[in-house]
């Protein structure tokens, strides 16, 4: 059975930074894509970062490009989101998402497992 667990959400001030983590477990992490994505409340969950299974190629949404970094670490089966820099604009509920078999990872439609979330609020 997958299982995922996100962790690390919490309440930091602009310009601070967060780390999320994500246990894998139930899967070969190195074998499925991997993508972190958040949700506000009335909008669509949108992708914010993810890993390509094909290649392990890297990709991120404009608004966090050059402030999070995505990254797993194997042995652990474990999925980090290394957030910078951050803005108010990026609070909301930050999901890990995992499946065998997507076609563009920063798509939300792509993915058919989920982690609960994790609550992001930053302050101004």
């Known amino acids: 059975e997958v299982r995922l667990v996100e962790s690390g959400g919490g309440l930091v001030q602009a310009g601070g930074s967060l780390r999320l983590s994500c246990a894998a477990s139930?899967?070969?992490?190195?074998?499925?894509?991997i993508g972190w994505f958040r949700q506000v409340p009335g909008k669509e969950r949108e992708g914010v970062a993810c890993?390509?299974?094909?290649?392990?190629?890297?990709y991120y949404a404009d608004s966090v490009k050059g402030r999070f970094t995505i990254s797993t670490d194997n042995a652990n089966n474990a999925v980090y989101l290394q957030m910078g820099k951050l803005k108010p604009e990026d609070t909301a509920v930050y999901y890990c998402?995992?499946?065998?078999?997507?076609?563009?990872?920063?798509?939300?439609?792509?993915?058919?497992?989920w982690g609960q979330g994790t609550q992001v609020t930053v302050s101004s």
């Open positions: 890993i390509s299974g094909n290649d392990g190629s890297k």
């Open positions: 139930g899967f070969p992490l190195d074998d499925y894509a």
């Open positions: 998402a995992v499946d065998p078999f997507v076609v563009g990872c920063l798509r939300r439609e792509s993915y058919d497992y």
